[in-house]
């Protein structure tokens, strides 16, 4: 099976904090990818990456950045943590498929509270 | 990547068949229909997909009309565990410079009930 891992569960850190968030994926998957979870607002992506040390913006990139050092990692920085980025986060992973469709593979989320 | 319309909730008793209907009225005719589905507290799972052809896998069937506008997911047997957040989410397929990303709309928010 698929496995998309996040390193935390729960998390709970202060303003202005620099916070790391890390998912590791275990199927040599190409693209990765960070979305938050809102009440009200659905999923919304941060980043992706469709391959090592490269990045694209996602829809609400503002206060974060990403690094993929290693294909099977990919990591959410918060360079100073706020309190609007209070939310579910969620780690994503796909593969194309030889021009046919892309079903991505959830990791169980970390739900971070800044204070 | 077209727009979808989803009902806001529904509710389905134990054992009964579940459809979920999804418009998609602007649908280009490269894009998949795509359901994803969230159980509480828990990330999004992929349920199914499909272009034009009415589709069924282990956990679900798919159906298309044949405009294209519309889909309905069907649960054929729901229980207590289909209770989640069901996704309808339509997009272009591999390729292009998009990379697979998905945009996730409200969903529909089903209560399957004993």
């Known amino acids: 099976d698929v496995k998309v891992t996040q390193s935390s569960r729960y998390l709970v850190k202060r303003t202005g904090e620099k916070v790391f968030l890390e998912c590791v994926q275990d199927?040599?998957?190409?693209?990765m990818f960070w979305y938050r979870q809102d009440p009200g607002l659905g999923l919304r992506l941060i980043y992706f990456s469709y391959d090592v040390k490269m990045k694209e913006k996602g829809d609400i990139p503002e206060g974060y950045s990403v690094s993929r050092e290693k294909k099977e990692r990919f990591s959410l920085i918060l360079e100073s943590a706020s309190t609007n980025q209070t939310s579910m986060y969620l780690c994503?992973?796909?593969?194309?498929?030889?021009?046919?469709?892309?079903?991505?593979?959830f990791g169980p989320g970390t739900r971070l509270t800044v204070t | 990547d077209a727009k979808t319309t989803q009902p806001t909730s529904m509710d389905c008793a134990e054992g009964r068949a579940a459809n979920l209907p999804c418009n998609h009225s602007t649908i280009s005719g490269n894009e998949y229909v795509y359901w994803y589905r969230q159980i509480h507290s828990q990330g999004p799972q992929y349920i199914i997909h499909g272009l034009k052809n009415n589709e069924t896998n282990e956990m679900a069937s798919l159906i298309i009309t044949e405009d294209r506008k519309s889909s309905t997911l069907i649960l054929p047997h729901a229980t207590l565990r289909d209770t989640a957040v069901y996704y309808c989410?339509?997009?272009?397929?591999?390729?292009?410079?998009?990379?697979?990303?998905?945009?996730f709309g409200q969903g529909t928010i089903l209560t399957v009930h004993p």
């Open positions: 989410i339509v997009r272009v397929g591999a390729g292009g410079t998009s990379y697979g990303k998905l945009t």
């Open positions: 199927m040599d998957h190409e693209n």
């Open positions: 994503a992973s796909s593969q194309p498929s030889g021009g046919l469709s892309y079903e991505q593979y």
